[in-house]
């Protein structure tokens, strides 16, 4: 069978547990946004994982709140739907073998890397599990991205997490990462500033914006509590606004999902994100923090 899933740390543990307990041959990754658009054939050969559901897959399995832009299961169908921190726990729960019971730990990690349950050193300094989770970015450049997602389900199957970050591959990943957080680093202070309970950081002034952690600028602004981005769209076309809680300090009372639909986005309670149009951009920013000040 083949399994089509996420290409994140959620779907490599997923893709660990599944390949142990099922006959998968291949692994395919996907956007959400492909099935929600139908842009992807499913077929009876697959199961899915932290995907939204599709009526001809053999099996299902996902961790997120139903919507309406997706089909809801049927009752009965094959697999599990749970509000959980990672889909990885649902599938490890939905077989609880002994077959498993050596990813244990991996599990765990995947809930407090997917659920941004995280420390300020697992940002600053990242190890293990969760290190190798942020190398897992599409975003980062370096190609054979597929290939690497494979990689890392078999040598999670038979490897020490100590064996797999001294693999070449990973540590080419982990560097780019540091150098990357380094350059994202120093942008983020030059460019971010506090507004009350709100940081706000506006990269409209650069061209290109590095690659870097989104959770770093809580680590810079410790006493906030939600956070506004604006950076450029492609092209200039529009502005790119993001919004998300502080995963340090979770007081907010927003819900930026949302505020964004609100602006012609969406998303959920902790991050979410809008396109403006770039005249009205000044604007719109400072009704959006003047929504975050007001809910506090
Ligand atoms: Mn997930």
């Not at 299902?60 to 959980?84: M, Q, V």
């Not at 498993?100 to 995280?118: G, P």
């Not at 300094?125 to 054979?144: A, H, M, N």
């Amino acid at each position: 069978m083949r399994l089509v899933t996420r290409g994140d740390l959620d779907g490599v543990t997923s893709a660990v547990l599944i390949t142990t307990m099922e006959n998968i041959n291949s692994i395919e990754l996907i956007h959400p946004q492909d099935i929600t658009d139908k842009k992807f054939e499913i077929t009876g050969n697959d199961i899915m994982a932290n995907l939204p559901y599709h009526p001809k897959c053999a099996m299902w399995f996902d961790h997120h709140e139903l919507t309406a832009s997706n089909l809801k299961p049927p009752k009965g169908f094959k697999g599990r739907h749970a509000i959980a921190p990672s889909v990885a726990r649902v599938i490890y729960e939905y077989y609880s073998s002994e077959k498993l019971r050596k990813f244990e730990h991996l599990v765990r990690e995947t809930d407090r890397f997917d659920s941004a349950n995280l420390t300020v050193e697992d940002i600053t300094d990242p190890k293990e599990e969760i290190l190798l989770g942020f190398t897992i970015d599409s975003r980062s450049g370096i190609g054979r991205f597929k290939e690497y997602f494979r990689d890392l389900v078999e040598w999670l199957k038979t490897m020490s997490i100590k064996e797999i970050l001294s693999k070449p591959e990973v540590m080419e990943r982990t560097n780019l990462l540091r150098e990357n957080n380094a350059a994202f680093l120093k942008v983020l202070k030059e460019n971010s500033s506090k507004d009350g309970n709100v940081v706000f950081t506006d990269f409209r002034s650069l061209d290109r914006v590095p690659v870097g952690n989104r959770f770093l600028i809580y680590t810079l602004f410790p006493d906030t509590n939600v956070s506004v981005r604006a950076q450029w769209g492609p092209e200039k076309k529009f502005v790119a606004v993001t919004l998300g809680h502080n995963i340090f300090n979770r007081t907010s009372r927003s819900n930026c999902g949302h505020i964004c639909s609100d602006f012609g986005g969406g998303g959920h309670k902790g991050a979410g994100a809008c396109p403006l149009k770039p005249e009205k951009a000044d604007k719109q920013i400072k009704e959006i923090i003047g929504i975050l000040k007001k809910a506090g």
